[in-house]
């Protein structure tokens, strides 16, 4: 078992910035490739962006590239999503969610989820 615990989320203007936290603690962390995914209300959720174990490779949806950057602490059991530039409709919850099988960067193949941050973009 891994247990994700999300931080950083709030209430923004358009244009500002947050950073997220996502704190791990159970298996090791590094074992386990890293993605944030959003929920806004009414809508699936969706990827928004994925890191690889090690650190060495990173993906992004793109609605959000050039704007977020997502990265990882491995001795900290953390990872972190920088978001900058934001929008109104990046308005979502922010979960974290972990996968050791590298199938995809799919909510049904991930297999620990955080409960999520609320992140809510005013304009």
């Known amino acids: 078992q891994v247990q994700l615990v999300e931080s950083g989320g709030g209430l923004v203007q358009a244009g500002g910035s947050l950073r997220l936290s996502c704190a791990a603690s159970g298996r090791t962390f590094s074992n386990y490739d890293m993605a944030w995914f959003r929920q806004a209300p009414g809508k699936e959720r969706e990827f928004v962006a994925g890191?690889?174990?090690?650190?060495?490779?990173?993906y992004y949806s793109e609605s959000v590239k050039g704007r977020f950057t997502i990265s990882r602490a491995n001795a900290k059991n953390t990872a972190y999503l920088q978001m900058n530039s934001l929008k109104p409709e990046d308005t979502a919850v922010y979960f974290c969610a972990v996968d050791s099988t590298y199938s995809g960067w799919r909510p049904d193949v991930m297999q620990y989820w955080g409960k999520g941050t609320l992140v809510t973009v005013s304009s």
């Open positions: 890191i690889r174990w090690s650190g060495s490779n990173t």
